[in-house]
């Protein structure tokens, strides 16, 4: 059985920081780039980070560069997503999901997401 699964979110007042895990299961990890998404209430999923499968390329959304950095550690199928610097408007359910490259469009599979609430 697939499963992708998001810990590590949580309550931080404004300037905080929080370490997001993904740790996967049930297909070859090491072949897939995984990415991080977040939504807000109300508004519509966005992509936040990108980490390629063996190169370990990195992408960024703007609304993050020099304040989130995304890793991964093959060793134990998981991916990190560290959050600095937390914003109020940072708020919102992140989830990660499994593609082929982090270019592509269609992601295969998907975490139920972890919640960040930055309090200001």
């Known amino acids: 059985e697939v499963q992708l699964v998001e810990s590590g979110g949580g309550l931080v007042q404004a300037g905080g920081s929080l370490r997001l895990s993904c740790a996967a299961s049930?297909?070859?990890?090491?072949?897939?780039?995984i990415g991080w998404f977040r939504q807000a209430p109300g508004k519509e999923r966005e992509g936040v980070s990108c980490i390629s499968s063996r190169t370990s390329i990195t992408y960024y959304a703007d609304f993050v560069k020099g304040r989130f950095t995304i890793s991964r550690d093959n060793a134990k199928n998981t991916v990190f997503l560290q959050l600095n610097s937390l914003k109020p408007e940072d708020t919102g359910v992140y989830s990660c999901?499994?593609?082929?490259?982090?270019?592509?469009?269609?992601?295969?599979?998907w975490g139920q997401g972890t919640q960040v609430t930055v309090s200001s």
């Open positions: 999901a499994a593609t082929v490259d982090c270019t592509a469009r269609h992601y295969d599979y």
């Open positions: 049930g297909f070859t990890f090491d072949d897939y780039a």
